[in-house]
């Protein structure tokens, strides 16, 4: 779907619903492939950087916890 998303056809689908992919979760798909591919092209155009592993480990039980948002400032 990124490199060459012309090249889907109704025949792809139809090979993922036969592989036991309901249809919901086929749209599921696309639609986090379609909002990843946004956010890695924000993150390049703006310089935005992962952070450390590390500072990932420390942030998780509040994103757990809290989900993305972050504290009211």
Request: charge should be negative; glycine fraction near 6%.
């Amino acid at each position: 779907m990124t490199l060459r998303p012309d090249e889907l056809t109704a025949a792809d689908a139809e090979a993922a619903y036969a592989a036991g992919v309901t249809r919901e979760a086929l749209l599921d798909a696309a639609a986090v492939c379609a909002l990843f591919s946004m956010i890695v092209r924000l993150a390049d155009a703006l310089g935005w950087d992962v952070p450390p592993a590390d500072a990932l480990r420390a942030r998780a039980p509040a994103m757990l916890e809290g989900g993305y948002a972050l504290p009211p400032a």
